[in-house]
């Protein structure tokens, strides 16, 4: 899977919306681009995932820039519970391989 | 709809044991991927599954780890004679097909060697 760059941290009020970007200058034509979060003591958990387009589901949406070579997390409005540590992962369609977990990057919510 | 079910939660082992980590996907989920994350570390991929084959070991330590996922039954992740680095949380992991569907996670086993 090509690599993908997050910012380490970053810092969130409650009820206000949250931007997570992720740059993945080195993706390939037949990569999906996969978000999964961490909650504290628990396995990773699903977020979203497209390929081109902006995605949106019930959790959060997907900015997919137009060359593909970065994307950004939206959650629209953060909670409490959505403090976790999100990654942002390339995935190969069809290959159904594993996933390549980077550092991800550690979303505080304050209260 | 159960989600993948891991059990134990927490293993305790003194150095020398077995450690056998169990992993039940969810239902209809025939793909199967264990991850370890060591301590203030990342994720890392360990095996991958189907019904009674091994698709991918690479991730897999050479010697002491071995893992199966029998037609009938759990995914079993063995560890023989564990060290004190073989601590870590275990994850389990299930998907449908081959198909870029999303992996469904358990809460993990967290193994602590004595």
């Known amino acids: 899977d090509a690599k993908t760059t997050q910012p380490n941290s970053m810092e969130s009020n409650e009820e206000e919306p949250v931007h997570l970007p992720c740059n993945h200058s080195?993706?390939?034509?037949?990569?999906?681009i996969h978000w999964y979060r961490q909650l504290p003591s628990q396995g990773p958990e699903y977020v979203i995932h497209g390929l081109t387009s902006n995605v949106n589901n019930r959790m959060a949406s997907l900015a997919i820039a137009e060359d593909r070579k970065s994307s950004t997390l939206i959650l629209h409005r953060a909670t409490l519970r959505d403090a976790a540590v999100y990654y942002c992962?390339?995935?190969?369609?069809?290959?159904?391989?594993?996933?390549?977990f980077g550092g991800g990057t550690r979303l505080m919510v304050k209260p | 709809n159960a989600g993948v079910m891991q059990n134990p939660r927490h293993l305790v082992r003194r150095r020398g044991q077995e450690a056998r980590l169990r992993c039940s996907p969810m239902k209809g989920h025939s793909h199967v991927y264990w991850y370890r994350q060591l301590p203030e570390e990342g994720l890392k991929f360990m095996v991958y599954?189907?019904?009674?084959?091994?698709?991918?070991e690479s991730g897999m330590p050479k010697e002491r780890f071995s893992a199966e996922f029998p037609k009938e039954g759990p995914s079993i992740l063995r560890i023989q004679q564990v060290v004190r680095g073989d601590s870590a949380a275990y994850f389990c992991?299930?998907?449908?097909?081959?198909?870029?569907?999303?992996?469904?996670f358990g809460d993990g086993t967290r193994l602590s060697i004595l």
């Open positions: 599954l189907q019904k009674e084959n091994i698709i991918d």
């Open positions: 992991a299930s998907s449908h097909d081959r198909s870029n569907q999303p992996q469904h």
């Open positions: 992962i390339l995935r190969e369609y069809n290959a159904g391989n594993m996933l390549t």
């Open positions: 080195t993706i390939s034509g037949t990569d999906y």
